[in-house]
T-cell receptor
Framework: KAGVTQTPRYLIKTRGQQVTLSCSPI?????VSWYQQTPGQGLQFLFE???????NKGNFPGRFSGRQFSNSRSEMNVSTLELGDSALYLC????????????FGPGTRLTVT | AQRVTQPEKLLSVFKGAPVELKCNYS??????LFWYVQYSRQRLQLLLR??SRESIKGFTADLNKGETSFHLKKPFAQEEDSAMYYC?????????????FGKGTLLTVNP
């Protein structure tokens, strides 16, 4: 079956702009989690959505938000971009949210200039 | 607070040599520990978790609660083991059920 897909794969934005990233989970998976990966901080959990509800969140400012649609596709939005938001954003899906069942996407590389 | 420390950024061994990737953690409750691997140009994937107590691709990891460690070991390294390895933990239930990753160790197995 098709894996987790993320669009776009690469993105360049300017400070102060906002950006929306998309994640399509594996068919039948109802949980989508988002992670930020940077050289300095490594991989950090952003939030998890299950059946259109945010179930858990990490320690990120309110500029980072997300949502999940009825077909389980998820988007994350970052408003008022800062240079430090430059990162690889990964999403992962799982059938029920169990972490050991997560499958990761290829990531979206966001560069903020 | 959940914390995972991987003290080695880089680890280089020769093919056939034993390899040990270190992972130490800090968590006040009972954590679940994982090892993830990312091969070149591939996606991050789960390698093993301590609950299953399996050997995957010849790798094993034992949870040592006394030393708060979860080191990954393989007796004879292969070139195809070259990859980035991440140790991660989660607490149980509610807001604690989320992955906290270490910074990763890049393993290079030389021929």
């Amino acid at each position: 079956k098709a894996g987790v897909t993320q669009t776009p794969r690469y993105l360049i934005k300017t400070r102060g702009q906002q950006v929306t990233l998309s994640c399509s989970p594996i068919s039948g998976h109802r949980s989508v989690s988002w992670y930020q990966q940077t050289p300095g901080q490594g991989l950090q959990f952003l939030f998890e959505y299950f059946s259109e509800t945010q179930r858990n969140k990490g320690n990120f400012p309110g500029r980072f938000s997300g949502r999940q649609f009825s077909n389980s596709r998820s988007e994350m939005n970052v408003s008022t971009l800062e240079l430090g938001d430059s990162a690889l954003y990964l999403c992962a899906s799982s059938p029920s949210g169990a972490l050991y069942e997560q499958y990761f996407g290829p990531g979206t590389r966001l560069t903020v200039t | 607070a959940q914390r995972v420390t991987q003290p080695e950024k880089l680890l280089s061994v020769f093919k056939g040599a034993p390899v040990e990737l270190k992972c130490n953690y800090s968590y006040s409750g009972s954590p679940e520990l994982f090892w993830y691997v990312q091969y070149s140009r591939q996606r991050l994937q789960l390698l093993l978790r301590h609950i299953s107590r399996e050997s995957i691709k010849g790798f094993t990891a034992d949870l040592n609660k006394g030393e708060t460690s979860f080191h990954l070991k393989k007796p004879f390294a292969q070139e195809e083991d070259s990859a980035m390895y991440y140790c991660a933990l989660t607490g149980s239930g509610g807001s604690n059920y989320k992955l906290t990753f270490g910074k990763g160790t890049l393993l290079t197995v030389n021929p």
